[in-house]
């Protein structure tokens, strides 16, 4: 089976993004999170990083 990058449905709390990124990579949703975090406090693209992954990554289907 092809592994594919989702938005989960099931790991989400604004839009799945960082949850499906935690899926694909088999690691904590939080790690993922706290990355972004960082990536927007000492970076400042992390917001339009994660805005533009929502738009591009789609949502899992009901079967995944």
Request: aromatic share 10%.
């Amino acid at each position: 089976m092809e592994k594919r990058l989702y938005r989960s449905t099931t790991q989400k709390m604004l839009g799945g993004v960082c949850g499906g990124i935690a899926e694909y990579f088999d690691i904590d949703p939080t790690l993922v999170r706290l990355a972004l975090v960082a990536i927007t406090l000492f970076g400042g693209s992390g917001i339009i990083a994660y805005i533009v992954a929502y738009l591009v990554i789609p949502e899992a289907p009901q079967s995944y």
